[in-house]
């Protein structure tokens, strides 16, 4: 379970987040909505621990460990993970190693990497010339093979084209165990559920992941104070028909 | 023409002329002696001390000759073993090709001027030995041929004439390594390299230096590419050593010709590495292309480059990227200069630390801030060298990987 509690973040002697509290327990995803410049990704990466962020107040647990000044390491190694927006370019490393240095153990790179149609990348450097859509799937085989209990996605969508829109869905789906329910082994479904442990926290401006993830909860963070929570496409279609301001209004 | 009085003539009167770049050093405190090694037979070649072996293979000198076409080694001012395995492929001491083949003559101080300063002259005046390795027309090379230059003895200035020929069509691969014994400490290695390759040869000359805390090292080499011919040289210097000044210079004399440099440095306290690259591209079609990679540790570093068009539809690029670790200089100095309408010609250069951010990435994927950095390094110093055969991709990246890991 991620706890955050009362959280203020500072960002070079600015105050990016105030009055954070947020909560996810094991099999749940929430979905981060905002405009530009609300503190989103600001949020993301103090949770992964970029020292940039500072926290000024509050606390973050993670799995019962205080990890509120944890270096970024110990909390991946403690199951927190990331796919990024604009991750930098790693030149000389190859996207193979990359994945190698992702996964603990050994993992079939080969066969994860054509499940995302990305086999022609991996003897790329990491991030070198990659499109929008290329960063977001070489984001996601980097997941896969780290395969953290909780994990944050900046924007997995943006840029990504139709045609690899619904891979990435269900990608994401599979990896958070949230993919339709099958009736393996004549398992109930609420038993099912009640197994599954993956965390997700999403960022989305489309929403078009909510077509393939069934999100538990939705939050709007505005200024960066969260200014509402609720049922994420309930939240989504209110942003949509009315503009952010109008919709923090309504709600909390 | 050879005429070997004209050549000592004007060498004298280089003796003390300074180098254009570098610090200059006084010859006289070294010993140019010859120094006597008995020659080894294969068997006996292999039996040589561990603690040796060891940093011939880190030289790229596997004393097997396992996955070689050939090997010579001079250790000191002697050949202890020269040797060719591959058809068409010659190997032959270079005091040995003077006096028994008269072609040497053709191509002997045909590039470097023996006037050029100093240790050209004291080159030319106490040659001890050196190499002639050369593919005869066609013939190609399956394994690299492997050469050392290895110092032994304390002090010794050490004086080495190689002369390297693929003739036209053939390819020819070369590996060769320079390296002073453990107990070596002063020194001084000065080493002449003339290369000729003809027309649709294709040469890769890779070499790896080793050497002493207080090693001056001056080698001179100048190349000569002819129509379709294809010129590789690596340079891998990632050890102390006191100072390195050296200029390699190509010459694209045919027209399509290329000419490719790759250099990879790491620097450590105390050393100052003056290492440039200058490729002529003087026909039609030509290619040059010269990248470096340097680290600095505390070491003064000076990179130069300069590539010169003199014909129209060439095409040169110069890369020359460094990272400073911890201290010390990177002076990095590119030069690109076009002489006609029609060449295309460009540099990027950018000195440096470790991307704070990219350590962040790499942490976030579970390595140790350590790990993170040292990985960053790695790619850093891994380029993609075209036209290499696998064999020795992975001998230069098993050399980096082995120094990385001390210099670290």
């Known amino acids: 379970m991620l706890v955050i509690e009362d959280l203020q973040v500072e960002l070079a002697g600015k105050t990016l987040l105030k009055d954070i509290d947020l909560e996810i327990r094991p099999g749940e995803t929430h ?30 647990t993670f799995k019962g460990v205080d990890i509120t000044h944890a270096p970024i390491n110990e909390r991946a190694a403690l199951g927190i993970g990331m796919s990024y927006q604009r991750p930098p370019t790693i030149n000389g490393l190859k996207t193979r190693q990359m994945v190698d240095i992702c996964a603990k153990t050994k993992v079939d790179t080969e066969g994860m990497a054509r499940s ?18 290329e960063i977001k799937r070489s984001e996601l085989l980097q997941l896969k093979a780290q395969d953290p209990d909780l994990m944050l996605f900046d924007e997995p969508e943006s840029g990504v084209d139709i045609e690899n829109m619904a891979l990435i869905g269900t990608t994401i ?80 | ?51 040796e072996q060891k940093r011939l293979i880190m030289s790229g000198l596997d004393v097997t000759g396992h996955g070689r076409g050939g090997t010579y080694f001079q250790k000191d001012t002697s050949v202890i073993h020269c040797q060719s395995k591959e058809e068409g492929i010659q190997v032959i001491p270079v005091t040995e090709a003077l006096k028994n083949h008269d072609w040497v003559k053709d191509y002997f101080w045909k590039l470097v001027p023996v006037d050029q300063d100093k240790y050209t002259a004291s080159a030319l005046l106490e040659l001890h030995d050196g ?52 107990h070596v400490k002063r020194g001084v290695h000065v080493g002449i390299s003339e290369f000729f390759v003809k027309k649709g040869a294709k040469l890769s000359f890779t070499m790896i230096h080793n050497w002493a805390e207080e090693m001056d090292v001056r080698p001179r080499s100048v190349a000569r ?7 590789i040289n690596n340079y891998i210097c990632m050890k102390p050593v006191r100072s390195i000044q050296m200029y390699p210079t190509t010459y694209l004399v045919g027209d399509n010709a290329t000419a490719m440099f790759y250099s ?62 911890k201290g010390g200089i990177i002076d990095s100095i590119p030069q690109l200069e076009g002489h006609v309408e029609g060449v295309d010609m460009s540099h990027e250069a950018a000195v440096g630390k470790v991307a704070q951010e990219e350590i962040n990435y790499l942490m976030s994927r ?37 120094s990385n890991k001390d210099s670290m």
């Open chain 2, 1 to 51: 023409m050879y005429d070997l009085e004209d050549l000592k003539e004007k060498a004298r009167q280089a003796l003390d002329k300074k180098a254009s770049f570098g610090g200059d050093l006084d010859l006289n405190t070294f010993d140019r002696s010859f120094v006597p090694h008995k020659y080894l037979a294969e068997e006996e070649i292999c039996a040589i001390p561990q603690e």
């Open chain 2, 264 to 325: 990879i440095i790491v620097g450590t306290p105390g050393s100052y590495l003056d290492i440039g690259g200058r490729i002529y591209l003087k026909n039609r079609g030509s290619r040059a292309e010269i990248i470096q990679r340097s680290i600095s540790n505390g070491a003064h570093i000076i990179n130069r480059g300069h590539l010169i068009g003199e014909a129209p539809e060439i095409k040169a690029h110069l890369e020359c990227k460094g990272l400073l670790l």
């Open chain 1, 173 to 252: 789906a599979q990896i958070l165990q949230k993919n339709p329910p099958r009736a393996e082994k004549g398992k109930p479904f609420v038993q099912q559920q009640k197994e599954r442990t993956k965390m997700g926290l999403i960022i989305t401006h489309t929403g078009y992941i909510l077509d393939y993830v069934p999100a538990d909860k939705g939050q709007v963070l505005y200024g960066g104070v969260i200014a509402c929570a609720g049922n994420p496409r309930e939240i989504f279609q209110c942003i949509g028909q009315m503009g952010y301001e109008e919709c923090v209004k309504c709600t909390i």
């Open chain 2, 225 to 231: 590419v002819e129509e379709g011919g294809i010129f």
């Open chain 1, 116 to 133: 995302l149609n990305f086999g022609d990348f991996l003897d790329r450097d990491v991030n070198a010339g990659f499109s929008g859509g």
């Open chain 1, 31 to 60: 979905i981060l909505f905002g405009p530009n410049g609300s503190g989103k990704t600001s949020l993301l990466m103090t949770i992964m621990g970029y020292p940039q962020y500072i926290v000024k107040k509050g606390k973050i």
């Open chain 2, 366 to 402: 579970g390595l140790s801030e350590d790990q993170a950095t040292s990985t960053i390094v790695r790619g850093f110093l891994s380029i993609d060298i075209k036209g290499l055969p696998e064999a020795l991709k992975a001998e230069i990246d098993r050399a980096i990987d082995t």
């Open chain 2, 131 to 182: 190499y002639v390795i050369r593919a005869l027309p066609g013939s190609k090379s399956v394994y690299p041929i492997q050469a050392c230059l290895y110092l032994d003895k304390e002090n010794l200035q050490q004086n080495v004439h190689n002369l390297i020929i693929a003739e036209e069509g053939s390819e020819l691969h070369i590996i060769t390594g320079c390296a002073t014994s453990p």
